[in-house]
């Protein structure tokens, strides 16, 4: 099935919808916390009650396209605190992860094959420009275990225009 679905404008990573209803599908954020106070929100996600990474939190807003969803994904490590870039495939049920971690990923659309967003509050144009294998990515091994060894690394070439 193909799902398209962009923010509205004025939807930023401090505030943006909570519950998305697009066609048969249900894309919910839960347990909401601000990563720090005044800092962007991050929750647990959830597609049709369903939660997606149990335990990781995203960040908002997301965008659509095909059968991905294209989200911030919150990262907290040892010495790093930020984004990266997580799709989603809603029919295979499999992941990826496409940046690096930035201070914030601010998701604006989706031309062709490239996702434009932002790093930090301004909104000055970046874009990562997607692989043919990643849009018809299929793992050869179904992954059930989601610890940190186990996440799929794929490569995305980033040009920080």
Do not use: A
């Not at 998305?20 to 601000?34: D, G, R, T, W």
């Not at 984004?83 to 989706?110: A, S, V, Y």
């Not at 940190?148 to 490569?155: D, K, M």
Request: proline share 4%; charged share 20%.
């Amino acid at each position: 099935m193909n799902y398209d679905y962009k923010p509205i404008n004025s939807e930023t990573p401090w505030d943006f919808r909570k519950t998305v209803n697009i066609q048969n599908l249900k894309i919910e954020y839960k347990q909401m916390i601000e990563v720090c106070q005044g800092g962007p929100c991050v929750g647990n996600l959830y597609i049709n009650d369903v939660e997606i990474q149990s335990g990781k939190m995203f960040g908002g807003p997301f965008l659509m396209s095909g059968e991905c969803l294209y989200i911030p994904l919150f990262v907290r490590k040892f010495s790093t605190t930020g984004f990266q870039l997580f799709c989603w495939n809603l029919t295979k049920q499999t992941f990826l992860i496409g940046t690096q971690i930035l201070p914030l990923i601010r998701l604006d659309r989706i031309d062709g094959d490239e996702i434009h967003y932002s790093i930090g509050n301004k909104m000055s144009d970046k874009k990562i420009t997607l692989i043919s294998e990643f849009l018809n990515y299929t793992p050869s091994l179904q992954r059930k275990d989601h610890s940190s060894q186990n996440w799929i690394i794929f490569i995305l070439l980033l040009n920080l225009m």
